[in-house]
């Protein structure tokens, strides 16, 4: 499946199902063998800078559960979107038996733009060796624990659900560094309480 930034304007989604479509032609794919298109700001409107956020929750439910949501409101697909043969825009919602990866697209004004590929998690636990998949369990369950505790103090007040940050985790000596360094990774200060490095 695919997300797309769905503007709903002529220029962005003739653009986006023209790069969908050519990316697919280069990469072999059958032709025939359609990708379902979701568009989500029918739905959702267009939020103020988290638009491709919007779009990943939708990706990872997507992969979760199988379902591809119809667009509700493509009533009426402009004959110009038939001569892009990968792209299938679906006004129903279709229940697949699963999905192995999403393609999120985000085309924004001024040709700024990103992709994001989301494969499906079973295809990494596949690489997974029997003592590694238990692990890798270990640490989600301690995860699960976490969030339900970090939630539960939400609702009793202990804390904001959203506890906004008034500077970043590292100092301007460790600004440019942390960025050009791929492996830079902030740890948790108990007393403080934030991300340092």
């Not at 779009?55 to 992969?63: I, P």
Request: some cysteine; overall charge positive; glycine content about 8%.
């Amino acid at each position: 499946m695919t997300s797309f930034h769905g503007t709903g304007t002529v220029a962005n989604d003739k653009n986006e199902s023209d790069i969908l479509n050519s990316q697919l032609h280069k990469l072999g794919r059958t032709p025939g063998h359609t990708v379902p298109v979701v568009c989500q700001k029918w739905l959702t409107g267009h939020p103020k800078g988290a638009a491709a956020s919007f779009m990943l929750n939708g990706v990872l439910q997507s992969l979760r559960t199988g379902l591809v949501p119809g667009n509700r409101n493509a009533d009426n697909i402009d004959k110009a979107m038939e001569e892009f043969g990968y792209a299938l825009y679906l006004s129903k919602s279709i229940q697949t038996p699963g999905i192995k990866a999403g393609l999120l697209k985000s085309f924004g004004f001024g040709q700024v733009g990103a992709e994001l590929l989301v494969v499906h998690a079973d295809y990494l636990f596949a690489t997974l060796t029997q003592e590694q998949l238990e692990q890798y369990n270990v640490k989600l369950q301690q995860r699960d624990v976490k969030a339900s505790r970090y939630w539960q103090d939400t609702l009793v007040g202990s804390h904001p659900f959203v506890q906004v940050k008034s500077h970043p985790p590292y100092t301007a000596a460790q600004e440019k560094s942390v960025y050009l360094d791929p492996l830079a990774r902030a740890k948790y200060d108990k007393v403080s309480g934030e991300y340092k490095f």
